[in-house]
């Protein structure tokens, strides 16, 4: 488990995603759609459709 060493930016992603995708699915996902590498220490949440799974990315 990765903690940050200072609060993190957070992003909360408003679309469902498939949860099945990877951390490398995830990364292309915010290179594409959100514009941000993902390299910074930015914390990304995302959830299912029925909003009852998150994923998050940091």
Known sequence: MLRP????QTHLYMEPVDMRKS???LAAL???EVA???AEEVLFVFCN???DKTKLLY
Not at 5 to 8: E, H, L
């Open 49 to 51: 459709r029925g909003r």
């Open 5 to 8: 060493k200072q609060p993190a």
């Open 23 to 25: 951390i490398d699915g």
């Open 36 to 38: 941000s590498p993902p």
């Open 30 to 32: 915010v290179e594409q």
